[in-house]
């Protein structure tokens, strides 16, 4: 059978295809398969099936387990057995059915260039299938739409990583430039200390300096002054004499 699905935006109708049952497989089971499927119930639907397949393979059971695994969402389950029945030898019809609900199932999970090459497959196997020739066409529109968005979003996050380089060299160039600032001012501050030092250290060796005449002053005159008095005092004693 081929599963039911709309798509939002445009409709696809995947048409259902007679569920089927194989004489060589356990009859009974397939039935009720087949009777819980077209009751909604899926879970049941896929537990006769696979109940079938134990007891004897066959390519028609599978393909219906494969749709009751895609009516419950379990796409990737349905992706394996399909899949399977493609590789089995099995007529063109189910051949093509099974990859048209391949595609369906790649579909489901946004898979479209795989849908694409699906819907190719069976329009290969049967070219009257027109489902699979519109579907094709969904596809590939699908596809390419896909490819922008990903282009888009791959321009886009290359945009948004050199805008995020150039924040972070701003914020380096800032922080260098803030530094930069930082030491000048330590430099200017160093440097005035320096001068205020030397400062006061020629004051201080001014006045020792100062202080250092004065003192060589105080005994010059202190010598002086002995000096002379000694000469006045030899004059005294060589006139008394």
Not at 57 to 62: D, G, H, L, V
Not at 86 to 113: F, H, I, P, W
Not at 148 to 158: A, F, G, V, W, Y
Request: charged share 30%; aromatic share 8%.
């Amino acid at each position: 059978m081929k599963m039911n699905n709309i798509n939002i935006g445009i409709s696809i109708i995947f048409m259902l295809i007679g569920l089927t049952s194989n004489a060589q497989t356990d009859k009974g089971l397939i039935r009720q398969g087949n009777k819980e499927f077209k009751n909604g119930n899926y879970s049941e639907a896929e537990v006769n099936y696979r109940k079938s397949l134990d007891k004897e393979y066959s390519p028609k059971a599978q393909f219906n387990l494969g749709d009751a695994l895609y009516e419950q969402k379990n796409y990737e389950a349905a992706e394996k057995n399909f899949s399977e029945v493609t590789e089995r030898n099995v007529s063109k019809s189910l051949e093509s059915d099974a990859y048209y609900n391949l595609g369906n199932t790649y579909m489901a999970q946004e898979k479209y260039a795989e849908a694409f090459d699906a819907y190719k497959k069976s329009l290969k196997t049967n070219p009257e299938n027109e489902d699979a020739r519109y579907n094709l066409e969904y596809a590939r529109w699908k596809m390419i739409k896909q490819q922008q968005e990903q282009q888009q979003q791959q321009q886009q996050n290359q945009d948004n990583q050199q805008q995020q380089q150039q924040q972070q060299q701003q914020q380096q160039q800032q922080q260098n430039q803030e530094q930069q600032e930082q030491q000048q001012n330590q430099d200017n501050n160093n440097q005035q200390q320096q001068q205020q030092q030397q400062q006061q250290m020629s004051k201080e060796d001014a006045e020792r300096m100062l202080k250092a005449l004065e003192n060589q002053e105080k005994e010059t005159m202190e010598d002086m002054n002995e000096k002379k008095a000694a000469q006045m005092q030899k004059r005294k004693s060589e006139k008394d004499w």
